[in-house]
């Protein structure tokens, strides 16, 4: 199976959303993503900025509610006829069978999908996949990678809960990693 690797370190959100929208202009239908990185990392900002890429109607959020999101394929926007977004969260779910309860495979082969925290449970939903882990470049996180939803504060839960998880203009390390024959030819083009 065909693997590689790049890393990109970005300034702050607006440079997250921009690099993650030259992404979104080079994805099609049944592209997986699996974004991965602590609370507060950057997966939905790096989402919104893919919406823009696609050509996806706006106001992408978080889905950490209601699990999953579609964002449709905006006919006069920059793709017309481009493929929808599927934004999931998986934080809440437990297991792959969890993720099939949700029926992802309805719309894998038409569709952009974006799983956040989706490691180890969605690698079996196509044959290839893009795993990006976003990173705080500087600093540390003062409640470690991975805290749960309930122990941010309330300023940040708000941010978060508005989609807005990447307050802050610190530096994020971006680990894009392909996977399988879809990504043989080698990283996209993020500049």
Known sequence: MSEWTRTVTVDGP?????????LGE????????VLTGELGAGKTTFTQGLGRGLGVRAGIISPTFVLVRRHPNVPDGPR??????????????????????????????????????????????AESRLEIVLERAVGADPLGPGAPPGELGDAAEDRAADGDEDGDDEPRRITLTGIGPRWADGPPRLD
């Open 80 to 125: 017309p006829g481009g493929p929808d977004l599927v934004h999931v969260d998986a934080y809440r779910l437990g297991s792959a069978a969890e993720v099939d309860d949700i029926d992802l495979e309805d719309t894998a082969d038409t569709a952009v999908t974006v799983v956040e925290w989706g490691s180890g449970k969605v690698e079996h939903l």
């Open 26 to 33: 080079q994805l099609r239908a049944g592209d997986l993503l």
């Open 14 to 22: 607006g440079r997250t959303q921009a690099l993650a929208e030259r």
